[in-house]
């Protein structure tokens, strides 16, 4: 979705389950508008969180005209196989049109052996098309939106076409600052982490004022969040507010609070309270 819309709104990083929400993106172009919705990758939930980002899939699937399966192929040559069987009947049931996009090519060194992968998607009957591309490198996004294109019903618009998103600024926010805990810490710390925003002062002149609560669910993972004296904490308020700063077009003041929530990712109150 970011390569096709040219602009970094779902959040990347090279841990899994970094998206948790339904993202929204929206790409018009002349006459022709697509609304992406980024969603969490398809898992078995072991924790209530989990069972919250698999309720936003369901909502996006059975929203969408096309359903998109994005898949690192690399990944897929090494398994040899496209899908988890569990996911294949998750997209059959909505029988929609369903495209295979094989992603992270420029990371396959022979080129052939993503075919074995393009003739199980074509024996599955699971995807009206199949396409190769690289997000990283943008080849083959182009090809892409083609298809979509194609394969897209008619309609009005649906958003304002100067819009690139209905998400709120303070959504984003969060997103790029949680981006940034997932860049800089490894193991369980991202994956403890939700961010709050509790103050977002717009201010005529002068940098915007952003205040959050970066969560996480235990004291030792609050002392690893802060670092010695601050260090560590102080380095996710530099990464994120460049992001920040970046995606709003304007000079931020970011101040971050480190709180303990135990056991969040399981509390059905806490998560509601987060938006879960
Ligand atoms: N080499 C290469 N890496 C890529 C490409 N596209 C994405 N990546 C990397 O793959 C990793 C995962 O990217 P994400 O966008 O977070 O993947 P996702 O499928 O949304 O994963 P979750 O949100 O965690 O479920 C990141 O490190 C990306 O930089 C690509 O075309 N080529
Ligand atoms: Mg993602």
Redesign the pocket.
């Known amino acids: 979705m970011?390569?096709i819309m040219e602009m970094h709104l779902?959040?990347?990083?090279?841990?899994?389950?970094?998206?948790?929400r339904r993202v929204l993106g929206i790409d018009t172009k002349d006459d022709t508008q697509l609304v992406f919705l980024?969603t969490?990758?398809i898992l078995k939930p072991t924790y209530r969180l989990q069972r919250s980002m698999m309720g936003f899939v369901d909502e996006a699937l059975d929203e969408a005209d096309i359903i998109c399966v994005?898949v690192?192929t690399?990944k897929a040559i090494e398994r040899g196989n496209i899908l988890d069987p569990m996911w294949a009947g998750i997209i059959e049931r909505r029988k929609r049109p369903t495209v295979l996009v094989l992603?992270?090519?420029?990371?396959v060194k022979i080129r052939k052996e993503a075919l074995p992968l393009m003739e199980q998607a074509r024996e599955s009957g699971l995807f009206a098309k199949a396409i190769a591309?690289?997000?990283?490198?943008n080849?083959f996004i182009e090809d892409l939106m083609v298809m979509l294109r194609e394969l897209a019903p008619e309609g009005p618009f649906q958003y304002d076409p100067e819009l690139a998103s209905d998400q709120t600024d303070r959504f984003f926010v969060a997103e790029f600052v949680r981006e940034a805990v997932f860049k800089q810490f490894t193991e369980e710390v991202p994956y403890a982490t939700e961010v709050m925003i509790t103050e977002f002062k717009e201010r005529e002149g002068g940098k915007w004022y952003i205040s959050a609560d970066v969560i996480v669910e235990r004291e030792n993972q609050k002392a690893i969040l802060i670092g010695s004296q601050g260090v560590a904490l102080k380095q996710v308020g530099q990464a994120a507010r460049a992001s920040i700063e970046q995606h709003l077009g304007q000079p931020v003041f970011l101040e971050l609070y480190v709180k303990v929530r135990n056991d969040w990712r399981n509390d059905r109150a806490q998560l509601a309270s987060m938006g879960y």
């Open positions: 970011n390569a779902s959040i990347v990083t090279n841990k899994p389950q970094t998206t948790r980024d969490p990758g994005v690192d690399p992603n992270k090519m420029d990371a591309v690289s997000a990283r490198d080849k």
